[in-house]
């Protein structure tokens, strides 16, 4: 090969690199590892990721219980969609530019438009951003763009805290502020929103089913905007819509959610999935890919890349959204999901989430000094206020091998109101995965009840005659 | 053979996932929701049985090029071959499962693994500060200007430096994400060179510059040879210099963007480091900066707060002057984790093998291509090469992109195409580290026939053996089609439904 | 496009899989081993890279028809879906990677899912004593044989039953079995109505008769009506009944094998309880015998020896009279992990399930198929039916395996053809219950598009899509070659190796 | 469907079946399970085959350590073998009888008879077999269909237990008697190999490196049998012929295996691969299928089931074996996992579990009571004589978190001579993928020396600065 390119050494090929910036010594990184060494490394580092040796920890060896919320869940995801999304095929392909080597891809993703269309209840969808958090700061730009209103983006203090903290930031340097409305109920004071909707707010941020798992009155929110020419962006929980009315419904203008619940690994908090839906009106300044429906040469259906010249290799400084990469296969992923759960199962998934969180909410607030923060119906989340501090619950349930949370003090407390004391309160889930026996579990390990019978895991769960 | 769509399979009553029966006590939606909240009916979602879907997406995948099936030398995407331990490591329990709130204490040895990525991506780049959360390339850009900003305005200088100046090789991004961050945007003139124009440069940088935002090698598959001037050049007016990572894979080990006088950079972990592509992501786009910028990162980042030597204790932590979230949670963690099992893999001597390699690979292909295509630029190049089909377009009427269309019928995934903007009929032809020899000369003698043996109407009207050819993409802009059409709502007798365990 | 053999894909100096350095004290082989035991070389595999190893194997798998991509009617061989659950939970550690000499002490959650299995299958069988052994449905007809030898041998019969009897439909593994088993075959005569003849039987039964060998439903897809005069006929002669197992998904929770007299049979875990094909295997083929039987049945078996109700212990077996081994190890567990998934998942309604549904699948296609194929034997069938194509071949030159290659360029599996024996240009259906009524309509079109539409040319040289055309099966048997050559031994230059993580 | 059936109920269908056997009662099945239900229960009966929890186990959480061996190995199976037979393309396809629609099956398997054939120096090899047990019965048979001697069958002591059990068996209602020369001192007898092979002896079968690990004379065992007419087999282990003479090349006519070492998981004892290698002329007697090479009707090479002429669905009771489903995806993953290691990797996998059995064996036998149970050169494996017995020296280790074995106690004792002290007799093995480290402190645990550090897998084996 190099008698080819008529070089003696690669070293020729490199000369185009200044002497004076090459690097004279080798990289300091670790040792190479081979694929076993490399398995055993990765696997002894994955077990202290899942500590099970706490004295009082009576789950014999399984893993630990999730009561974990805040927006990402600990949802069942069929060996369907794994095995989807681990065909080759799929997963070591490009962004499909290329539309004849791609309808596999460009199909999939054009079903997963149609199915967040089914969804949220609207007709546009785009096909994936790269989370809940900066879709919801999408949907700002894009409202700031249709209105051309650069004043205002206003946001409910009930909106996920992260998802705050990044319209904020990506934000900072355009000229529209970002206001909050305080949220110290739980539920958004209506008249509050009415007031900080001036002539010059491009758009109002809700997220409802809100952070705190409280339902927001979303309907009257979205009115106060269109009162005011504000964009009403609705920020959703795609499983709660097996349950809820939708945001077409309720009357939002955009609809951006994480899309992690359906069929995606928790994965400490990444590759999650954006979710985006909006009015047919606002298809050509939504960020990000749209697939199309056309045909080709032959007159055959299929599907392409539609609208790029919205796009930045097209439109460089002027486009809808600088995102290249997206989420490509975590939307396939969603797309198998709700394929194989149809809206029965999706209807389901919400209804027993529903139903143990309540649950959960009644045998947490036995503990003495834990009451339910809000009263206010909720969904499939609930916030609990620990009178003193969640600390010492969340360690007791730790070592027991049950994960509750978030506590709100994980956040910057700038972002709540100090009359909520978010020091105190702390937000659980429970989902169709999680079982009586491990909600009265951990009730039992919270009591200090010394009769409490430990859950052994090791011990099969539905024995047979 | 188009495959029905999803929707148009479904069938009332049909269903795959089944869930329990509920065991709490009764807590029915319908009793502790207000009925105002509640949809009369679930969403319209397609009715199906797990062999459909199956089925359905099995037979979609197989529509697919990829890396898998076949060479797919698109040029700046680096489709390199993505490891099948990845995969399997990705996924253990404990690494793929974990809720990104639980508690620090109990994830060290996730927090851990980024800790040493940290390090990692610092001393590959040059640059000490890291930052893992930006989601993609493209964020990474906007993530490392957002911090540019907050740092030029905590000297001070946020009102005077106004503008980021790049190539107009440029990728899309690095405008777009400027303007997104809230600056102006100054492209500079194509050069015959492919390399930029220090005078040029020199005329347009001033004090109202913020960032210098450029590619290397850049995307011509070009070192700039005056990258130290350049840098030099910027750091007199006060301003930054962006490294646009995108052509990491070239220079590993070889050079590193902190040597050479970058301020700030982004990886393209999915590119450089293997992560998968996923048709289209995801990705993960860190940036690495130098330390005075650091303060300024985006948290959380990972840091090392005690324990031993044997076991360290690591924590997550926000930077002092932080510019806040660019996401929620704490980056792509699956595609950082690929990139921590490549990187540990290979380790040093891999990563220069990695770029010497991809270079030598390009350089091969240019060679045997450059009689057949023109090729505007001088060798060698480094991992990439720009050809032009313009000889062809002009004499034959073959274009760029009926070459790219018509490699298609030979089962290789066609270069990338009309970019850079500034070579006319551009081929971008990036081949990667990890095809053989044997792949490089079969590709080279496909476009040999196909520019110099095939009859021009056969090249100007592929592809022929795919499943579509030539969509209509200005009836897709004109009368758009985003969302299929409602389900057919008839009923299906009961004796129609599929047993499906 | 045929895909290049592997062994001329090999590079010297390739490679993929990298192992570790030792890190124990010298024991070089050359040292502890004599130099006379030693290969001078190691085995001339070939050298490939990950990257090529994968693209081969990924192109290669997408030039089969499977389950997962296409219809897939063949009959007898019942191609159902395969829930992909069943493959993670196979993999799970502590179920996927258990040795098979650890200490059953530390195995008790396999051994419950053993002897659950166990119960399951004496129960769906109506036959008590259960061997999960055999490792295919072959190698439980030969065992079941064994275990009869042995009674017989036990009783004082060994020298006077000598004769196994079968149907002239029986599967090629029934007197193939038989031969094997050291028993003298003896075939019963073809019928008109497909089923058994009891006088013909009558007269080939005697006290020399050891077992009768019979499919139920036959391989017609018939129910032997008369199936308790022909199982009592046997008993009256001190011989047994053997039941053939292939088309027990037919008659899950409808009826019993142990209720209509059968003696022992074996399962195909790999038919019956989905247990995926694997292109040929691995199979399971667990039997069931009478009580009287069990004592003879391979060890080890699975028994409940103390414990609690909530918490039973359980432990490894050999029956008193055993026969012995059947093959290493407890068996193909792998598969038989599949069935106990499979059935609790469906439990006894979706048994039933799955055989009504089968039994409609068939009898629909069947009708709709009934007049474009002659079907010899009269409605209803149960879960497939077999048509023949001797009107079109004697009318059109069209033969059954003519329309089976056709059906491959439409993307439906071809049907079982030329089998049975008895019914001449046979085409064997076997929709299986996972098919929905709109893929059973679809190819009903097809078929019948075939046969009424299309140009007898065109059906007779098909497929014209496939990757190949009708081998040359007459060249392979006489001038066979079974491995590739050896490999090119040319030396490669080193700047032509691959970097492969 | 009924309509067009022209049935009123499935039940019309049914009818063909005698209302007297009709089953009237529900099958006493368990309950059935959805997905996550099943997931749950079989996870926790996995946990069940994964004890950690006793007082002195030390690993942490970690797996079990594996020193088993008798003929099936822990070796390490690259994950790009699962992606490849995870394939449904591949596991889902049947047989494949319709060449046109298999040609990937078809062509794999050509490729896994050409890998058979370059480790074992044949030129024919079938598609397998069910496991290396079943393999040695159907040599045999060839042997007496090809000999046609009918009246014995000669096999050695040495021979791995349940493969001779698996042999008598399969035998015991054929002509032909088995005979067993005895191996009491780890290495065969030649000639008391001679005096057993009489005129009618169809099959001398040998194993080497023998169960016990050792290596026998093979060369003047296989020259003693052709001598007599005798058909030499040969038990291999495919992962020693990384660094051993081939079957082929020690003048055995007929090799056959256990395939598990080639990219299979152990999985409790299947499904296995059965390897079966013989000299061309036995080509038209060879069990099994076998793929051919041929071209199709437009002379392109292409793949095809050859010579079924042999086989049961042909010849019936004839037929040369009766074998239908093999197993094939086994089959498959040893292509794959072949193709990955190439010459060089399995000699690399070879060496190390040579070199690091040696030292295993060297630390064990500084356990008082613990010898070598032979003084003969070993391979991967080896024997070790436990003074009293072995039961307490494998309880010990267990408990520890090492799994020893297989001890020969658990076999029949009519398998080995009285003289042999079976009961005393253990086999261990180590693969290249035990450390140092793990032999070290199985070494500590029976050593009962206090100051042992325990392995504690939740610390990174391989930290990096």
Redesign the interface.
């Known amino acids: 090969?190099?008698a080819?390119?008529?070089?003696e050494s690669?070293e020729?090929?490199?000369?185009?690199?200044?002497a004076?910036?090459?690097?004279d010594r080798?990289?300091?990184?670790?040792?190479?590892?081979?694929?076993?060494?490399?398995?055993?490394?990765?696997?002894?580092?994955?077990?202290?990721?899942?500590?099970?040796?706490a004295a009082n920890f009576v789950h014999?060896?399984?893993?630990?219980v999730?009561f974990?919320?805040?927006?990402?869940y600990?949802h069942?995801v069929?060996?369907?969609v794994?095995?989807?999304a681990?065909?080759?095929?799929?997963?070591?392909?490009?962004?499909?530019?290329?539309?004849?080597?791609?309808?596999?891809?460009l199909?999939?993703?054009?079903?997963f438009?149609?199915?967040?269309?089914?969804?949220t209840g609207f007709?546009?969808?785009n096909?994936?951003l790269?989370?809940?958090?900066?879709a919801a700061a999408e949907a700002a730009?894009l409202a700031i763009r249709e209105t051309k209103r650069e004043g205002r983006v206003v946001v409910l203090g009930s909106v996920?805290p992260?998802?705050r903290?990044?319209l904020?930031?990506?934000l900072?340097?355009?000229p529209a502020d970002v206001v909050t409305v305080d949220c110290p109920n739980g539920v958004t004071d209506v008249a509050a929103v009415e007031a900080a909707l001036t002539d010059d707010t491009a758009a109002l941020i809700v997220q409802h089913p809100n952070f705190f798992g409280n339902?927001e009155d979303a309907?009257r929110l979205f009115a106060a905007a269109k009162a005011k020419g504000v964009i009403s962006v609705q920020v959703f929980d795609p499983v709660t819509?097996?349950?809820?009315?939708?945001p077409a419904?309720l009357g939002a203008d955009i609809a951006v959610g994480?899309g992690q619940g359906l069929g995606i690994?928790?994965?400490?908090?990444?590759?999650?999935l954006g979710l985006f839906a909006c009015r047919e009106e606002f298809?050509r300044k939504t960020p990000g890919?749209?697939?199309?429906?056309?045909?080709?040469?032959?007159g055959?259906?299929?599907?392409?890349l539609?609208?790029q010249?919205r796009?930045?290799?097209?439109?460089?400084?002027?486009?809808t959204?600088?995102?290249?990469?997206?989420?490509?296969?975590?939307a396939?992923r969603a797309?198998?999901h709700?394929?194989?759960?149809?809206?029965?199962?999706?209807?389901?998934?919400?209804?027993?989430s529903?139903?143990?969180t309540?649950?959960l909410a009644?045998r947490l607030c036995e503990t003495p000094g834990v009451t339910k923060a809000f009263d206010a119906?909720f969904?499939r989340e609930v916030c609990l206020r620990v009178e003193g501090g969640a600390r010492g619950l969340?360690g007791t349930a730790?070592a027991a091998g049950f994960?509750l949370?978030?506590a709100l003090s994980?956040f910057p407390a700038e972002l709540f109101p100090a009359e909520m004391r978010a020091e105190e309160l702390v937000l659980v889930a429970a989902t169709?995965?999680r079982?009586?026996?491990e909600?009265d579990l951990l009730a039992a390990a919270l009591s200090d009840d010394p009769a409490a019978t430990p859950l052994d895991?090791?011990?099969?769960?539905?024995?047979?005659? | 053979l188009a495959i029905r769509p999803l929707t148009e399979m479904s069938r009332p009553g049909y269903r795959a996932a089944r869930f329990p029966t509920p065991d709490v006590p009764d807590h029915a939606p319908a009793d502790v929701l207000p009925a105002g909240a509640l949809a009369a009916a679930p969403p319209e979602l397609p009715e199906l049985t797990e062999p459909d879907v199956i089925r359905h997406f099995t037979n979609l995948s197989t529509l697919n090029m990829s890396v898998d099936t076949h060479f797919y030398p698109l040029g700046s995407c680096t489709m390199k071959y993505n490891p099948k331990r990845h995969e399997r490591l990705a996924g253990l329990p404990g690494i793929g499962d974990p809720h990104p709130y639980r508690d620090e204490a109990d994830l060290q040895g996730m927090l851990q693994i980024l800790h040493e990525l940290q390090g990692m991506l610092a001393e590959i780049s040059g640059l000490p500060a890291v930052s893992l959360q930006p989601a993609a390339g493209a964020q990474g850009e906007l993530t490392a200007l957002l911090t540019a900003a907050a740092y030029f305005r905590d000297r001070g200088e946020g009102e005077q430096r106004r503008k980021v100046i790049f190539p107009s090789s440029a990728h899309g991004t690095n405008p777009a994400s400027a303007a997104l961050a809230g600056f102006d945007t100054v492209q500079l003139k194509p050069t015959k060179t492919g390399l930029t124009d220090l005078d040029e440069l020199a005329s347009k940088v001033g004090e109202d510059t913020a960032v210098f935002m450029i590619t290397n090698p850049n995307t011509l598959g070009l070192f700039e040879k005056d990258i130290e001037a350049i840098t030099a050049l910027l750091h007199d007016h006060g301003a930054l210099v962006y490294i646009d990572g995108a052509n990491m894979n070239a220079i590993l080990g070889l050079t590193r963007p902190g040597d050479f006088g970058g301020d700030m950079m982004h990886y393209n972990v999915h590119k450089t480091f293997t992560g998968p592509h996923g048709g289209g992501g995801p990705g993960a786009g860190p940036i690495a900066v130098r330390d005075f910028l650091g303060p300024y990162l985006p948290g959380p980042v990972v840091k090392k707060v005690g324990g031993t030597p044997e076991r360290p204790e690591f924590a997550l932590h926000t930077p002092s002057k932080s510019i806040g979230r660019v996401r929620s949670h704490f980056g792509n963690v699956g595609i950082l984790l690929r990139g921590y099992f490549y990187l540990r893999t290979l380790a040093a001597a891999g990563m220069r093998d990695v770029s010497e390699r991809a270079v030598l690979n390009a350089n091969y292909l240019r060679s045997k291509l450059k009689d057949v295509l023109e090729i505007p630029h001088p060798a060698p190049c480094m991992h990439e090469f720009v050809a032009s089909a313009s000889r062809s377009k002009k004499n034959r009427q073959i274009s760029a992109m009926d070459v790219a269309k018509r490699l298609l019928d030979y089962g290789v995934h066609a270069p990338t195409v009309y970019f850079p903007l500034d070579v006319p009929e551009a081929l971008m032809i990036e081949p990667t580290e990890t095809e053989s020899k044997a792949t490089l000369d079969q590709f080279a003698d496909i476009v040999r026939d196909i520019l110099t043996k095939e009859d021009a109407e056969t090249v100007k009207t592929a592809p022929h053996t795919t499943p579509v050819r030539r969509p209509d993409e200005v009836k897709a802009a004109r009368q758009p089609v985003l969302c299929g059409v409602a389900k057919g709502c008839g009923t299906v007798p009961v004796d129609e439904v599929t047993v499906s365990a």
């Open positions: 090969m190099l080819e390119v008529g070089a690669v020729d090929l490199l000369a185009q690199i200044p004076s910036v090459r690097l080798p990289l300091n990184l670790p040792e190479g590892l081979c694929e076993s060494e490399l398995q055993r490394h990765v696997a002894a580092l994955a077990e202290r990721n899942r500590p099970r040796d014999g060896g399984g893993d630990r999730c974990l919320g805040g927006g990402v600990d069942f069929p060996a369907a794994d095995e989807i681990g065909r080759g095929e799929f997963y070591t392909a490009y962004t499909p530019y290329q539309a004849e080597a791609s309808q596999g891809s199909q999939a993703f054009f079903e438009q149609t199915l967040v269309c089914r969804l007709t546009v969808a096909a994936s790269y989370d809940g958090g900066t730009l996920h992260e998802y903290q990044t904020s930031t990506l900072e340097y355009l339902l309907e819509l097996g349950l809820l009315k939708s419904e994480e690994p928790m994965q400490y908090g990444g590759p999650y298809l890919r749209l697939i199309g429906r056309t045909e080709d040469a032959d055959r259906e299929c599907y392409v539609a609208l010249t796009e930045q290799h097209i439109r460089r400084g002027k486009a959204s600088n995102i290249c990469s997206n989420q490509g296969l975590l396939l797309t198998v709700l394929a194989l759960l149809g809206p029965q199962g999706l209807r389901e998934v919400a209804d027993l529903v139903r143990k309540h649950y009644d119906p969904v969340l730790r994960d949370g978030p994980r169709e995965r079982t009586k026996q909600i895991r090791g011990e099969p769960v539905l024995a047979v005659a």
